[in-house]
């Protein structure tokens, strides 16, 4: 009778998981991740500039989607840079010493908020990968949030376990 029950209750849990939306597991968007509307012909224009606001001039700069390069150019004289042939979506614009995250907009297609050239500072914080990482909550929080599932199942078994050890233990005869 006990077993009954607790295969109720598992198979209650595993329907409460199915019924979540996929969207609840999901990772976030970055959410500093700026809009910026392209110009005709898929034209990104940006400036890069040093902490202190100075140009910089002849930085190298990279365009990527994911992991995959699409663009590299290099600024001219007052750190500007253009790089063309893009689609809206979401980049990275990588130089050697920083990082800015972003979406890109046809121009028909921008929300209002949108600016028409993107900023890159040097000299910011680049961080590569998840277990290098500290953020909030440290490496195994971390792991946690990004597993979901595999974490689910841990806790589950951790709960059937004694739930099923005490399940089979009230089996055992009166005479035991």
């Known amino acids: 009778m006990k077993l009954r029950s607790f295969q109720r209750i598992l198979a209650a849990v595993a329907c409460l998981g199915m ?31 040093d902490q202190q606001g100075a140009a910089q001039a002849g930085t190298t700069v990279s365009v990527q989607s994911g992991d995959q390069e699409i663009v590299r150019t290099t600024t001219d004289a007052n750190g500007i840079f253009a790089a063309q042939g893009l689609r809206g979506g979401q980049y990275q614009i990588v130089t050697e010493f920083g990082q800015s995250d972003c979406r890109l907009w046809a121009a ?51 709960v059937a376990t004694p739930l099923a050890i005490a399940a089979s233990d009230d089996d055992d005869g009166p005479n035991s």
């Open 108 to 158: 028909d297609t921008a929300p209002p908020a949108a600016t028409d050239a993107a900023v890159v500072v040097t000299g910011q914080e680049v961080v590569r990968g998840q277990w290098g990482y500290e953020g909030a909550g440290g490496r195994w929080l971390n792991w946690v949030r990004s597993h979901p599932y595999i974490t689910a199942g841990i806790v589950a078994a951790a």
């Open 19 to 49: 019924a979540c939306p996929p969207s609840a597991f999901a990772a976030q968007p970055a959410g500093n991740a700026k809009d910026i509307q392209l110009r005709p012909g898929g034209v990104l224009v940006g400036q890069v500039l």
